[in-house]
């Protein structure tokens, strides 16, 4: 059996992607500050890590701050991703064409927290289209001229008659898709698009068959089964003001959508325990009490620390203890069902949301108890065997007029009692 090291998915985003990354923080405002950023972001702007925690207008020229920022929020207001084509001059003065694509990250209430920019360089595209656009009619007097630009695109290109069904395509089609032209021809073009998209699909022609360029985001099926995502624009193709069909141009954004996922996880999860961060679990508490308001669905509320572990942090070194947290996070992890949530609230602190339609009380005692029994299993750390024990607060939130901030003091008083009465124990506050 053949090993291949594995590679960090922080470097792939880092230093493996051509395009760049830029994931914007969204603080109230809005204002957008610079969170993170590829080789490839610093290396084209100029930019360096001293813009990392600056907001837009503290870094840029204000005409492209406040560019940026209407951009940015068009996107939050969307709700969805949006692309819009842009220009600059780089570090050596060159102009500089990139098509940038916008994508609002929401945690589990709705609300838009980052933005993830991945910005495309499309300058030698843009350039052949200006070349386009001031010599229209030199391109429709030219067929082999007109044919080269088709042929050889960077986009797929597929020509669609006014009835849906596919006339030609380019060479990036079957590079994309692995379609050939005895696959393409012929056929309408929606059969390739998963069905629940098709109806999104059918709209984008039409609107096009009307003269509204249209552009959409599907998945569609290639050659092998597999989906993937594009996005597609639908612009119609007009001869001596008839308009004779649809020029479908797309690109294949299936490993953009997996960095944007990627980039949403990594907002909302703890790098040492892969758990849900304070954040993301903030979310998920205002989730629930509106489903206690709702839904008459009651909670409890477990918090959770490592009794002494200051101690151990200090004795063995923070490797141990970073060993001890993971080990403790599994073990919660372990003990929490379907229907609870476990996060990492900071430090050595964790935090248990668990939601059930009924008393939870009960619930609640049983679960301290397996986490204590669970405790008992000792820790491997540099070759010795640790016992760890932990303080639990338990609050019930039952009360329709419960907010957040009432229910998590609450629990953190009954934490803190927990600790007052020896540790290794649970207090309900």
């Given at each position: 059996?053949?090993?291949?090291?594995?590679i960090?998915y922080?470097?792939?985003?880092?230093?493996g992607?051509r395009?760049?990354?830029?994931?914007?923080n969204?603080?109230p405002?809005?204002?957008?500050?610079?969170?993170?950023?590829n080789h490839?972001a610093s290396?084209?702007?100029g930019l360096v890590?001293?813009?990392?925690?600056?907001?837009?207008e503290?870094?840029?020229?204000?005409?492209m701050?406040?560019?940026?920022?209407q951009?940015?929020?068009?996107?939050?207001?969307i709700?969805?991703?949006?692309?819009y084509?842009?220009?600059?001059?780089t570090?050596?003065?060159?102009?500089?064409?990139?098509?940038?694509r916008?994508?609002p990250?929401?945690?589990?209430?709705?609300?838009?927290?980052?933005?993830a920019?991945v910005?495309?360089?499309?300058?030698?595209?843009?350039?052949?289209?200006?070349?386009v656009?001031?010599s229209?009619?030199?391109l429709?007097?030219?067929?082999?001229?007109?044919?080269?630009?088709?042929?050889?695109?960077?986009?797929?290109?597929?020509?669609?008659?006014?009835?849906g069904?596919?006339?030609?395509?380019?060479?990036?089609?079957?590079?994309?898709?692995?379609?050939t032209?005895?696959?393409?021809?012929?056929?309408n073009?929606?059969?390739?698009v998963i069905?629940?998209?098709?109806?999104?699909?059918?709209?984008?022609f039409?609107?096009?068959l009307k003269?509204k360029?249209?552009e959409?985001?599907?998945?569609?099926?290639?050659?092998?089964?597999q989906?993937m995502n594009?996005?597609?624009?639908?612009?119609?193709?007009i001869?001596?003001?008839?308009?004779?069909?649809?020029?479908?141009?797309?690109?294949?954004v299936t490993?953009?959508k997996?960095?944007?996922?990627k980039?949403?996880?990594?907002a909302?999860?703890?790098?040492?325990?892969?758990?849900p961060?304070?954040?993301?679990?903030?979310?998920?508490?205002e989730y629930?009490?509106?489903?206690?308001?709702?839904?008459?669905r009651h909670?409890a509320?477990?918090?959770?620390?490592?009794?002494?572990f200051k101690?151990?942090?200090?004795?063995?070194?923070?490797?141990?203890?970073?060993?001890?947290?993971?080990?403790?996070?599994t073990?919660?992890?372990?003990?929490?069902?379907?229907?609870?949530?476990?996060?990492?609230?900071?430090?050595?602190?964790f935090?248990?949301?668990?939601e059930?339609?009924a008393?939870?009380?009960?619930p609640?005692?049983?679960?301290?108890?397996?986490?204590?029994e669970?405790?008992?299993?000792?820790?491997?750390v540099?070759?010795k065997?640790?016992?760890?024990?932990?303080?639990i607060?338990i609050a019930?939130?039952s009360?329709?007029?419960?907010?957040?901030k009432?229910?998590?003091?609450?629990?953190?008083?009954?934490l803190y009692?927990?600790?007052?009465?020896?540790r290794?124990t649970?207090?309900?506050?």
């Open positions: 059996m053949n090993h291949y090291p594995s960090s922080d470097r792939v985003l880092m230093e992607i395009d760049m990354v830029f994931v914007m969204v603080l405002g809005p204002v957008f500050q610079y969170e993170f950023m490839s290396t084209h702007t890590e001293r813009a990392i925690g600056k907001s837009l503290a870094v840029l020229p204000k005409e701050a406040v560019y940026l920022n951009e940015y929020q068009r996107a939050i207001d709700g969805t991703s949006i692309t084509e842009d220009s600059f001059l570090p050596d003065g060159e102009r500089f064409y990139s098509e940038t916008v994508t990250l929401h945690d589990e209430s709705g609300i838009c927290t980052h933005l920019a910005v495309k360089d499309v300058t030698i595209q843009k350039k052949a289209q200006e070349e656009q001031t229209s009619d030199l429709f007097q030219n067929q082999q001229r007109y044919q080269s630009l088709f042929e050889y695109n960077l986009d797929a290109v597929l020509s669609i008659d006014t009835n069904r596919i006339i030609s395509k380019n060479l990036a089609v079957e590079t994309i898709t692995g379609y032209d005895e696959d393409l021809i012929g056929e073009f929606y059969k390739y069905p629940r998209e098709i109806p999104t699909a059918i709209k984008g039409e609107q096009a003269r360029a249209k959409s985001q599907l998945t569609v099926y290639d050659k092998s089964g989906e594009i996005i597609v624009k639908f612009t119609p193709i001869m001596e003001g008839v308009t004779t069909g649809v020029f479908a141009i797309f690109k294949d490993l953009q997996q960095y944007e996922e980039l949403k996880y990594i909302l999860h703890d790098p040492l325990t892969d758990l961060n304070r954040r993301h679990f903030d979310a998920r508490l629930a009490l509106d489903n206690l308001v709702h839904r008459q909670f509320l477990l918090m959770l620390d490592i009794d002494h101690e151990i942090n200090d004795k063995l070194g923070h490797d141990a203890g970073d060993t001890v947290i993971k080990d403790f996070a073990k919660l992890s372990h003990c929490v069902s379907t229907t609870g949530t476990v996060a990492r609230y900071g430090g050595d602190e935090i248990i949301l668990l059930l339609p008393d939870v009380k009960q609640a005692i049983k679960l301290a108890n397996l986490i204590y669970k405790m008992q299993i000792p820790v491997h540099h070759g065997q640790i016992r760890i024990t932990t303080s607060g019930i939130a009360n329709k007029e419960t907010t957040a009432e229910i998590l003091k609450q629990v953190d008083i009954a009692k927990a600790k007052e009465n020896g290794n649970y207090f309900f506050g």
